[in-house]
């Protein structure tokens, strides 16, 4: 174990730093949730009123990489803050912080954010709450803000030009359109039955960046939802044949695998259309299952793969009622150690890896690399 654990700590060396002198990218621009927000959520939650509660603004979020909290739900860096640095780009700050220079990228991001707009979740009561307005289409809204302003900061001339060498991330978008679902105690086909809006909402998002002048968009897909350590506590039950051997809920990942094959359909549509646009479809599901159906390849031990590294424990070491950031919740001592970092989010490790596996393949159709031209 410990060889393996020196040999991980070795690979994510290599991919923490710019690990090539890759340079074709000029700018990143990143549409999404939580799983790449980097302080969009806080900032949001700050300026309702009253002010929406978090947890995610104090340690141990952050202690592994900033060493303080950056608005990251993470233990460390996210999935494209490891692309931005393999292309020698600046970490992306959240658009709405407006103190970094957008033309060479901004992170539009936002926890919590669904395809659907959120107004449709709070008119048919599928959340009992109040959520950010911070949909797909308001990210795009933003974006559209901005453009003027980055285009003038380009030597080229018009839009088209100046995104010629941005790499564009929409998504993962879905999992909270999703989970607001389940956790409104929806049957798998109620669920499922929203597959086809949020799937067509990203493909048009990603088409209208490509007429804006987007030449190169990476569109990630959903992960194993039934696999994270807050699903199995929520949906946990005595009828073991809800769960696959790995020990993951069967329908929650039933309807991610029909997200990710409808948006591969979605994706070769929209290729077709547009031949002249490099359109990336990123596997998050695979590489998660790749972990955890041989854990201690990386570093993990059987019994942790589906904890998580940072909770108030229980089976899953996680409990709604002490979420990592409140008290009573406490993380582990190495979070490398874990595939799951919060309950929902990965740590910096598995990040890491799934950064690595997009863009070298195999997880990626194609794999960034494999479109940088010099």
Request: aromatic share 10%; glycine share 10%; charged share 15%.
């Amino acid at each position: 174990m410990k060889l393996i654990l020196a040999l991980s700590i070795l690979f994510l060396s290599c991919i923490h730093g710019v690990s090539s002198d890759s340079r074709f990218f000029t700018a990143m621009y990143s549409l999404g949730d939580s799983y790449i927000d980097a302080g969009n959520f806080l900032i949001m939650a700050a300026a309702m009123v009253p002010a929406v509660p978090v947890v995610h603004d104090k340690l141990p979020y952050g202690m592994t990489f900033f060493g303080h909290p950056t608005g990251r739900l993470s233990d460390g860096r996210n999935t494209i803050d490891f692309i931005a640095q393999e292309f020698g780009l600046p970490l992306l700050g959240p658009s709405l912080l407006n103190d970094s220079d957008a033309s060479k990228g901004v992170n539009f991001a936002v926890g919590g954010a669904p395809a659907i707009d959120v107004d449709y979740f709070e008119k048919n009561n599928i959340v009992q709450f109040k959520l950010l307005n911070n949909s797909l289409s308001v990210q795009l809204g933003w974006f559209e803000q901005l453009r003027p302003a980055i285009c003038n900061k380009t030597e080229t001339s018009g839009c088209e030009g100046c995104f010629s060498k941005s790499l564009f991330f929409v998504g993962e978008f879905g999992v909270n359109d999703y989970n607001f679902l389940w956790f409104a105690g929806k049957t798998e086909d109620e669920v499922m039955s929203h597959v086809p809006t949020v799937v067509q909402n990203i493909a048009t998002a990603v088409e209208g960046l490509i007429k804006g002048g987007a030449v190169y968009v990476v569109v990630p897909g959903n992960p194993p939802l039934g696999c994270s350590p807050t699903m199995l506590t929520s949906r946990s039950g005595p009828n073991t044949t809800e769960y696959d051997p790995m020990g993951c809920l069967i329908d929650v990942n039933r309807v991610a695998t029909v997200h990710n094959s409808r948006l591969r359909a979605a994706v070769v549509s929209l290729r077709g259309r547009y031949p002249r646009a490099t359109i990336i479809l990123a596997d998050f599901y695979s590489p998660i299952i790749k972990i955890l159906r041989n854990p201690s390849h990386y570093g993990v031990t059987e019994a942790d793969a589906l904890r998580a590294c940072c909770g108030a424990g229980g089976t899953y070491n996680w409990n709604g009622s002490a979420i990592c950031g409140m008290p009573g919740a406490t993380a582990c001592i190495n979070p490398s150690a874990f595939v799951n970092w919060d309950g929902v989010h990965y740590t910096e490790a598995t990040n890491g890896y799934i950064a690595d596996w997009w863009l070298r393949g195999p997880f990626a159709d194609p794999p960034i690399m494999s479109v940088v031209r010099y």
